[in-house]
Structures are given as structure tokens and as C-alpha cells.
């Protein structure tokens, strides 16, 4: 007769084996062909990424530097941040900092503002997550997004 632990454990490789045969390995990989695949620009450096912010808040009305994706903030300010941005009903684009070191301490430097999140509207500087409260509170960060509209 099988122990009691021999027979949980042969009858946990039984359930092992029924769940890879329902759910093979490739049921988890993306099998998404590369194309359809996120494409991230390489960032070199410092100096290149303070060209790529200007392009990024010279091209986009509402800019937004974060830690994480406006779906998946991966900090409490900056998640702040994209709900108020979203109370406002406005569109912006975002850059994820986490994935771009170099863009991570350029905008920094860009802005001469040592915190991320940081907000630019109409290619200015507007501040990070304590200044967009306040504005938000104060009526005048909508004001300021009328003009992005």
C-alpha cells in the first residue's frame, strides 16, 4: 500500500500533467508575431534622450514623463497624476521612465525638477505630482487644458 504522502504526491503529478496537457507551454508565450510586438526606441545616453524630450513635448500637446503606463502607474504620484489627467477627459502621451534610464535622468535635467512624474502642456513645464493636485483643486490645470482641446 502507498503512504498517504506518496499517494498525494502521485496524485499531484497526475494534476500536474492534466493541466500541461489542457494548457500547453505555448498557451502562455504571447505567439504574437514580432510585428505586432511593442517597439522601443533604443535611448543612448544622455544627450540623446534630451532630443528625444523635445521632440516628445514640442509633438504632444499633453506630455506626460511616469513611472509605469497610464493603466499601470508603477508609483502612487504618478498614478495620481494620470487620474487627474483622466478627471479632465483630456488625451495625453506618456513615456514609462522605468524602461528608458537615460530618459529617466535627462528629464531631470531637462526640466532642472529632481521628481517624476513630470507634466508638460504645450511644450512648458507645468510640475510634478504636488503641483498638479493643487492646480487640479484650484480649477487651474483646467484652464490650462482648455488650451490642449
Known sequence: MLSSI???TSMARVAQSAAA???PAAFFSSGSHDDFAPQRKTVE?????LKL???HVESNPIMLYMKGNPSMPMCGFSAQVVQVLQ???VDFSSVNVLDYPDIREGVKKFADWPTIPQLYVN?????GCDIILQMHES?????????TK
Not at 45 to 49: H, K, N, Q, R, S
Not at 123 to 127: A, K, P, S, Y
Request: charged content about 40%; cysteine-free.
Open 21 to 23: 496537457r489542457r494548457f
Open 139 to 147: 480649477g487651474e490645470l483646467a484652464d490650462l487644458l482648455k488650451e
Open 6 to 8: 506518496a499517494r498525494s
Open 123 to 127: 511644450g512648458e513645464f507645468i510640475g
Open 53 to 55: 524630450i523635445k521632440e
Open 45 to 49: 545616453g544622455v544627450d540623446e534622450a
Open 87 to 89: 478627471a479632465q477627459e
